[in-house]
Structures are given as structure tokens and as C-alpha cells.
């Protein structure tokens, strides 16, 4: 069965970061990431929601998909994560291994998304750069 598609599938189409419960699957608009527990789902959406946030507010943007840059809900998304890893770990990230275990361990220090250290949230969504493609 094929679950409901994962908030942070753009971060592993490109098999930058991984989930444990994350599957490839070829949907009707091309590839795309199924999330196999809803319990995790829900989790993510949260923290996804909360990233969202930060960088519109950042960069300067209203939640509009056809106004924000794709360039900056990469940012979002692979920066918002990045940093994420950073807080759980003290240490710089490059990539997630598993972005569930991520988003469990900031919702267990962080009992309210609202009152989590942002500083290195927002470093990190600056300073994200995507890899150039190859032609």
C-alpha cells in the first residue's frame, strides 16, 4: 500500500537525506516519497509547518506557491532540516540519515516547536546551496 506523501520529499528524491519511513513511489506527476507512518507524518507536518514559517518570514515571502522561488523552499526544506541536525547533534550537518530520528529527537527537547532556538535554523536556510546540475 502506498502511503501519503512525505512533507520532506524534495530532501530525498535527490538522495541527499533518507527516511526510515520514506519510499520512492511513481505517482501520476512523476517520483515521488510515500510516508509509511502516519504517527511520523503528523510529526513531520508539525516541524514542516514550523520551518515553513521561519523562512517565508526570512526570506520575505508570503505562503503563495506560485510567488515563492522553488530556490526557496529548497532552502526551507534542506536548510530548515540542516539546521535541525545541527541543534540535536552540536555539530555542522551536510545530510540527514534519517530525518525521522531528527524530528523525535527536536520534539523531545523541544516540547513546544514555538520556543525552539532558531538561531541556527536561520544560519543554516542562509547558507544553504544546492549542487549545481551537471550538463
Given at each position: 500500500?502506498?502511503g501519503?506523501?512525505?512533507?520532506?520529499?524534495?530532501?530525498?528524491?535527490?538522495?541527499?537525506?533518507?527516511?526510515?519511513?520514506?519510499?520512492?513511489?511513481?505517482?501520476?506527476?512523476?517520483?515521488?516519497?510515500?510516508?509509511?507512518?502516519?504517527?511520523?507524518?503528523?510529526?513531520?507536518?508539525?516541524?514542516?509547518?514550523?520551518?515553513?514559517?521561519?523562512?517565508?518570514?526570512?526570506?520575505?515571502?508570503?505562503?503563495?506557491l506560485?510567488?515563492?522561488p522553488?530556490?526557496?523552499?529548497?532552502?526551507?526544506?534542506?536548510?530548515?532540516?540542516?539546521?535541525?541536525?545541527?541543534?540535536?547533534?552540536?555539530?555542522?550537518?551536510?545530510?540527514?540519515?534519517?530525518?525521522?530520528h531528527?524530528?523525535?529527537?527536536?520534539?523531545e527537547?523541544?516540547?513546544?516547536?514555538?520556543?525552539?532556538?532558531?538561531?541556527?535554523?536561520?544560519?543554516?536556510?542562509?547558507?544553504?546551496?544546492?549542487?549545481?546540475?551537471?550538463?
Amino acid at each position: 500500500m502506498i502511503g501519503d506523501a512525505c512533507v520532506f520529499a524534495l530532501t530525498q528524491i535527490t538522495n541527499d537525506f533518507a527516511c526510515e519511513y520514506g519510499e520512492l513511489v511513481t505517482r501520476r506527476a512523476g517520483p515521488d516519497i510515500a510516508c509509511h507512518s502516519a504517527d511520523h507524518q503528523k510529526k513531520c507536518q508539525d516541524v514542516y509547518e514550523y520551518l515553513k514559517k521561519i523562512g517565508l518570514t526570512l526570506f520575505e515571502f508570503e505562503d503563495d506557491l506560485a510567488q515563492v522561488p522553488h530556490g526557496i523552499w529548497v532552502k526551507i526544506q534542506f536548510g530548515g532540516l540542516l539546521g535541525l541536525q545541527t541543534l540535536v547533534s552540536g555539530q555542522d550537518a551536510s545530510h540527514l540519515e534519517n530525518i525521522s530520528h531528527t524530528i523525535i529527537a527536536v520534539l523531545e527537547e523541544n516540547k513546544c516547536l514555538e520556543q525552539m532556538p532558531t538561531d541556527q535554523i536561520i544560519v543554516s536556510m542562509k547558507n544553504y546551496r544546492s549542487r549545481r546540475r551537471k550538463k
